[in-house]
């Protein structure tokens, strides 16, 4: 190499051997950071150990928390899944609500009606047919009250008024239509004249055996 092309300046490397060859080799000034990393590199390996052994040492001397956290965490969710397996086990009340017991149900408007029904057919009534009125304990003169709305507000034309007897007084404690078989159609028209209770409208063997299709036990005033 030819010194017009060597970077260097002179040096006592240059200096011609007794054989004219060099007597070194030219090396460049090494710079200060060079001499300088080698021990960084030492601390930083070093601080590194040394944490890690730090933090080795203090988990084996210390309980680990993430155990706990785990165990916060279930106790403060345990009580929502309680809270929806009531939810799911609890039956709507439907608008939006504890459960109650079906109330009784009333008896539907038919049925009462069915259960207060007169027996017969009042307009097809024979009103020709006997019918006696007997008072019993409705007050005076209230069997001829009775016979009077009967042939009046009835029509019916074979009336007759008395007091109850012995077999009559005291068998009932309102007023009563009886009558006799196949009557439930007069029964039914005498009853409505007069206002009795559909209820207290009852066949009777005594009536079929006498001459007459209707008595009425009075037991309060006519009206």
Known sequence: MSKSHYPYPPDEFDVRGPEGTPVGVHREPRSGWSSVWPFLLIVVVCGGLA???????????????????????????????????????EEPPADGEASEEPADEEPSDDASDAATELPGDPTAANLEASVVVYNDGA????????QGVLASDGGFVDVAATDAPDTLKGAYEETTVLYGADRADTASAVAEALGVDPANVQESDDVTASEQAVWVVLKSPVG
């Open 51 to 89: 944490v890690g052994i730090v933090s080795f040492l203090s988990d084996d001397g210390e309980p680990a928390t993430p155990p706990a956290a785990e165990q916060s965490a279930g106790a403060g969710t345990e009580p929502e899944a309680s809270a929806s397996a009531d939810a799911e086990g």
């Open 139 to 146: 007050g005076q003169g209230q069997a001829a009250a009775g």
